[in-house]
């Protein structure tokens, strides 16, 4: 074959080994080779399981030979380390669970596994999901592939960027306010968020537990809608998991986008978006029309209060999500004498810088006599966004608009500034809010060769219409084929 095995799509992956081209193990060796090549450069798994990874992948040679297929059968892929797996470390990106080792496995990471996933590692995440840069990683910042002085994004950075870097075929991230959207944009991978209830969070380290959910970074759109379709459904574990049917996403890619409406929101093309940015996604826009979609002007009045929204109903959700984190059950322990010295410690200690501001903008936000003018209040402003939305989608089947503001920043650059930082989201954290899908898929570079990304947004439970229009998209352009220029180390 003309590619490396590394540089296979899930697709062309499963058909090789469909046709004894190269087998499951010969696959996963190339994955692991290359992870020696160029994980010193990227820095994308705090965890790899080799030997693990080895084992899974003779067991589907051994399936396969005997005459059995299943959708991931032998696909070597990461898993965000804020996705819990049994027997192996679960560190959330944080020094307070270092050495934490879950005894049971999430449900979506099992889904995968079942289906036949061989476990390459624990990608790199900002500490407990918090980040739009993974910088705020307990033990070292991801690198883009792309250019190694800038950051992948984040929280689910280390994902993109395994994905970008050929480091694994496809992974598993969490997008609370645009984490997995993100990092594919600034990454030029393709990043799926699944409406809220579409995948169980059941195992899932939760930050923000009315936001999260698990989503996809794959090369192409065909194999993120596989992967979707694998993890998607109910699950008895969690009670926020949808009881709605799922189908088999790949069935809706079916290149024709001829008659549908496509909504063109003004409140995200905006002064500060980086002219480069604009020009791209409108350049990607006029592509659909090309293709045969529809055009329409549509309003989102409340997206300028969606930065703060969403500043307080996480932070307000993690304050509680995380204070269970208290040195004594699981996790980094002081071991102070006294237990209120102990939980001061172990926190103080454990958890990293932004977590505890997190925490503490959260704690504030519940308190007594804040509670009605800043938590009630937001949970009143969400309700108005939602709204905005479900209003836009009785007129266009779906939404386009840049997914950042601008491509990906240098390392370093916004760490002090907390408020910069957060704006990187300012285009993402409506559509968690909403509790609705959308996905980035790369739609050109800037000057500098740096990706950038398009975000088609739709209603809840709508991912077969948005990757149906990703997917044309994206075979109508040749993005995608694009490979980050990582030099091989000897």
């Given amino acids: 074959m003309s590619k490396a095995l590394y540089e296979l799509t899930i697709h062309e992956a499963l058909e090789g080994m469909r046709r004894k081209e190269f087998s499951a193990v010969e696959l996963t060796r190339s994955l692991l080779e290359r992870i020696e090549q160029v994980e010193d450069q990227v820095k994308a798994y705090l965890t790899v399981t080799a030997d693990l990874a080895l084992e899974q992948a003779a067991a589907a040679d051994t399936r396969r030979r005997a005459g059995e297929e299943a959708p991931l059968l032998g696909i070597p892929m990461g898993i965000k380390d804020v996705l819990c797996t049994a027997g192996v470390r679960t560190t959330c990106g944080s020094r307070i669970l ?34 739009s840069s993974t910088e705020n990683s307990a033990y070292f910042p991801t690198r883009n592939p792309w250019a190694l002085d800038r950051v992948p994004g984040g929280s689910s950075g280390g994902s993109a960027a395994a994905v970008a870097a050929q480091e694994a075929m496809a992974a598993l991230g969490t997008d609370t306010g645009g984490s997995v959207r993100l990092p594919a944009s600034y990454c030029g991978v393709v990043g799926l968020k699944p409406s809220y209830g579409r995948v169980s969070r059941y ?25 979707l379709t694998v ?20 069935a809706a890619l079916t290149g024709d986008v001829r008659g549908l409406r496509i909504g063109l929101p003004e409140e995200y093309f905006i002064v500060g978006v980086q002219p480069e940015v604009e020009a ?52 980094y322990s002081a071991g102070a004498d006294s237990i209120l010295e102990n939980y001061r410690l172990s926190r103080g200690r454990g958890f990293g810088a932004e977590v505890k501001r997190r925490i503490m903008l959260g704690t504030y936000a519940l308190s007594a006599g804040y509670y009605d003018a800043y938590y009630l209040k937001a949970q009143q402003v969400r309700t108005l966004i939602k709204q905005d939305f479900e209003r ?80 044309a998209y994206e075979q109508a352009t040749d993005w995608r084929r694009r490979q980050a220029p990582l030099s091989i180390e000897a």
Wanted: hydrophobic share 45%.
């Fill in 98 to 131: 270092e050495n934490f080792i879950p005894p049971y496995t999430a449900t979506a990471v099992q889904r995968l596994l079942d289906a036949g996933m061989v476990l390459l590692g624990k990608t790199n995440t900002d500490e407990f999901a918090m980040g």
């Fill in 203 to 227: 195992g899932l380290v939760a930050y923000g537990s009315s936001l999260d959910q698990i989503g996809v970074l794959a090369k192409d759109v065909r194999d993120a809608a596989l992967v």
């Fill in 231 to 250: 993890m998607a459904g109910h699950d008895p574990h969690d009670s926020t998991s949808m009881p709605a049917p799922t189908p088999d996403y790949r």
């Fill in 280 to 331: 791209a996604v409108r350049r990607a826009i006029d592509a659909l029309v090309d293709l045969g979609a529809e055009v329409r002007p549509v309003s989102l009045p409340n997206t300028d209060q969606a930065l703060p929204v969403y500043y307080l109903v996480a932070t307000a959700e993690a304050s509680a999500n995380l204070a269970r984190f208290d040195g004594v059950r699981y996790g």
């Fill in 392 to 471: 836009a989608f009785e007129q266009v089947d779906v939404i386009a608009s840049p997914v950042a503001p601008t491509t990906a920043f240098r390392l370093g650059e916004k760490t002090d500034d907390p408020l910069a930082m957060y704006l990187s989201d300012v285009f993402t954290i409506t559509l968690n809010l909403a509790g609705m899908c959308g996905v980035s898929v790369p739609c050109g570079f800037d000057r500098q060769g740096l990706p950038i990304g398009l975000q088609i947004m739709g209603p809840h439970l709508g991912e077969e219409i948005v990757l149906r229009v990703a997917h």
